[in-house]
């Protein structure tokens, strides 16, 4: 499989995983009272922020895919200074926020899974960081993967 194929499953992978976390029945596990849902629109409000402003620091590198374009730069500015995947962690705060609406095992099995292909997602787009931007493991070693301080490589 190509990388760009790979890169497509994975992203096609993330939406289905966040269109059923927003689908989802409400369960019990939890009682959803007025506070439960201010703290869950608190952090969609977050995820969309840093989503957001991942997207526009990357200006014209953004691309569909993990695969970098070809005459894409490396963004270490913006929200890159302080997460290397600033739109994953908004879109795994996204997804936590519908985990809390959900109050259900399957809320938090949907959410696990969407923290773990975007997890496996930001790995495999390193690699390709990595041999593209000859000062991308410099960088990846100063600046979290996904939060801030944790996730930094080790050279």
Request: some cysteine; hydrophobic content about 55%; aromatic content about 8%.
């Amino acid at each position: 499989m190509s990388d760009k194929s790979k890169g497509s499953v994975l992203v096609a992978a993330q939406f289905v995983l966040l269109a059923l976390l927003v689908e989802l029945p409400h369960g019990s596990l939890w009682f959803v009272s007025d506070v439960v849902g201010a703290v869950s629109v608190a952090v969609l409000m977050m995820g969309l922020f840093v989503a957001l402003l991942g997207i526009v620091s990357l200006g014209n590198s953004l691309t569909a895919t993990p695969v970098p374009k070809r005459e894409a730069v490396l963004r270490t500015t913006g929200m890159y200074t302080l997460v290397r995947h600033p739109i994953y962690s908004g879109l795994i705060l996204i997804g936590l926020s519908m985990m809390i609406l959900s109050a259900s095992v399957w809320g938090i099995v949907l959410c696990a899974a969407l923290i773990a292909v975007l997890s496996y997602k930001s790995r495999f787009e390193e690699k390709l960081l990595l041999a593209k931007y000859p000062g991308y493991a410099a960088y990846a070693s100063r600046v979290g993967r996904l939060v801030p301080f944790v996730g930094r490589l080790r050279i």
